[in-house]
C-alpha cells in the first residue's frame, strides 16, 4: 500500500527536515502555470528544474505537480507520455510529492469535469465542482484554516505562522471524500473544502503558492526541506 501515516504523534528522524538546498522535478505535462511555479520554488531558496522525461521524475529526490487547465487533457497527456507512472512510482516509493492545483486534483481518481477521465488514483476521495449556484471559478484570496491534522503535519507546522492564514485561489473544482486525517486545512465557499491534504509522502494544495506571496513561498520551501 501506499498509504503510509506519519504525522500523528512523528518524532525524530520521520519529521526531520532537511537544511540543506533541495532539486525539485516539476512536472512538465503540457498544461499551464509552470514557470511560474518554477521561479516561485526558486524564490523560496531551492533549485527546481522542469522535466517532461519519465526518467527524469524516476530519478528526482522530490517531484512537483503543479498546473491549470481541464482534467481530461491532462489525464490523458499523463498516460501518453508515462510521466504518470513515474510519478505514481515516485508516491509508492515514499519520495516527497506534491500537487498543485489541477495537479492535486489529478492524483484521485476520478472528476466531474471528465468524468471517463481517470487521474492517478494515489488519493482516496474524488473531485467535484462547486454547486449551489456559486460563481465558479472561485477567485482570489481565502482564508484557509489549519486542521487538527494540518497542526502536526511536519511541512505545515514548518509553514504556517498562525493557524489561519491566506492564499490564493483559482478554481472550479476541489477534491471530497477524503478521510478526516488526510485533510490539513479547509478554505470556505458556500461551506467547508479541503484546500490542503497529506497522505503518506504526498503533500497537495488546491490554492496557488507561487500566488500567494510569502505565504506561500513558504510552503513551497517547507517542502523542499521535508525528508519523510
Known sequence: SIRRRYYSGCAGERCALDQGSAVIAVVDYGVNNIASVVRAVRASGHQASLVSDPDQVRSADRVLVPGVGHFGQASRTLVATGLGDAVREAVQQGRPVMGICLGLQLFFETSEEAPAAHGLGVLPGRVQRFSGGLPVPHVGWA????????????????????????????HSYYPTGLPDCDILATGNYGGRFPTLVGEGSLVGAQFHPEKSQQAGLALLAAFAEWRP
Open 143 to 170: 482564508k484557509v484554516d489549519l486542521t487538527e491534522f494540518g497542526r502536526t503535519h511536519p511541512v505545515v507546522a514548518r509553514a504556517f505562522s498562525d493557524s489561519t492564514q491566506f492564499f490564493y485561489h483559482v
